[in-house]
């Protein structure tokens, strides 16, 4: 059964310091998704992402934090100066389109990103 | 184990049991909704999902309620077993035509299956 997969699993950095966590979505989905998750707490939206672009983005999305799909498979997020506050789980998901109602995302196993 | 953040509402049953975990929502404007489960140090996993357009939906062992005047949504699991055992979420979006695609979680509960 196909799967999203994110790189890497785990990711220790100093404050300051940028980051790029990797994803790679389902083949034939057309849309891209970051979510976060702060340990003990829910999961909240971060960007949506379709035709190349950002379609949606949340307060926290800020201009620290970019986008991109460098290829036909890669999904990356950089965070350009990372903060303690960034410390989070962060999950890539994809979904094979909308058909005007939502549609399943289908999350990876995410990266624990740890900021010093 | 994770001990910060916010404390997670728990439900234990017995195995054999049925489960029933239940999510108020806010946004009257959702359509579409959707149960995940997650287990320790994995991403959320797709259960079963709902529309607007229905009241009840079935899967294999678990059911989805959907109640729009109260704004409620409800996750049966019918014979709980310990693979069970997981923080469980809904989750509501408004969809393409409501202006987003992004999901918004509820909180979550600890569903603790007893053997």
């Known amino acids: 059964e196909p799967e999203v997969t994110q790189t890497p699993s785990h990711q220790v950095t100093q404050m300051g310091q940028e980051v790029i966590l990797r994803c790679v979505p389902i083949?034939?989905?057309?849309?891209f998704y970051w979510y976060r998750q702060i340990l003990g707490q829910k999961v909240e939206f971060l960007v949506s992402?379709?035709?190349?672009?950002?379609?949606?983005k949340s307060e926290i999305f800020d201009d620290q934090f970019s986008v991109e799909r460098p290829d036909g498979s890669n999904f990356t997020l950089k965070i350009r100066s990372t903060k303690l506050e960034d410390s989070a789980m962060y999950f890539c998901?994809?979904?094979?389109?909308?058909?005007?109602?939502?549609?399943?995302?289908?999350f990876g196993p995410g990266t624990r990103l740890t900021v010093t | 184990g994770e001990s910060v953040g916010l404390h997670l509402p728990t439900l234990s049953v017995q195995e054999g049991d049925n489960s029933i975990i239940n999510c108020a929502y806010s946004?009257?404007?959702?359509?579409?909704f959707i149960w995940y489960k997650q287990e320790s140090g994995k991403g959320p996993q797709f259960i079963i999902d709902?529309?607007?357009?229905?009241d009840k939906r079935q899967g294999q062992r678990v059911t989805v309620l959907l109640n729009k005047t109260v704004k409620h949504l409800s996750l049966q699991i019918a014979a709980t077993q310990p693979g069970d055992s997981a923080v469980y979420f809904c989750?509501?979006?408004?969809?393409?035509?409501?202006?987003?695609?992004?999901?918004?979680f509820g909180k979550g509960m600890k569903l603790t299956v007893n053997p």
């Open positions: 998901a994809s979904s094979e389109f909308t058909s005007g109602s939502g549609d399943e995302q289908y």
């Open positions: 083949s034939n989905h057309l849309y």
């Open positions: 992402f379709y035709n190349n672009e950002i379609s949606e």
């Open positions: 946004n009257s404007a959702s359509d579409y």
């Open positions: 709902i529309r607007s357009n229905m």
């Open positions: 989750a509501e979006n408004k969809g393409v035509q409501g202006g987003s695609e992004k999901l918004v």
